[in-house]
């Protein structure tokens, strides 16, 4: 069965870096394009990133980029989520989905706090 495994949150102080990572199984990881999404408390889940199936193409909320990095290891099946200069806003539990042929599937969620 497909599963997608986030990890890689936590604490962190303004200005400050997380690396989160999502480990896949159960599909044709280098066949289908991956993203990253968020949901504060009390917010609508929105859409942090998306890298094609190849890795060459990707698009970014427009108040991350330049901040964020997503990128992928098709020999791992792992997708990646840089963050650099990390905000209070960027609180949230962070998703990874995916969408196959047939199905839309996510991650459990990991949560990224970013406060002093």
């Known amino acids: 069965q497909v599963q997608l495994v986030e990890s890689g949150g936590g604490l962190v102080q303004p200005g400050g870096s997380l690396r989160l990572s999502c480990a896949a199984s159960?599909?044709?990881?280098?066949?289908?394009?991956m993203s990253w999404y968020r949901q504060a408390p009390g917010k609508e889940r929105e859409l942090v990133a998306i890298i094609n199936s190849a890795g060459s193409t990707t698009t970014y909320l427009d108040s991350v980029k330049g901040r964020f990095t997503i990128s992928r290891d098709n020999a791992k099946n792992t997708v990646y989520l840089q963050m650099i200069s990390l905000e209070p806003e960027d609180t949230a539990v962070y998703y990874c989905k995916t969408q196959t042929w047939n199905a839309v599937y996510w991650g459990q969620g990991t949560q990224v706090t970013v406060s002093s």
């Open positions: 159960g599909f044709s990881f280098s066949s289908y394009a």
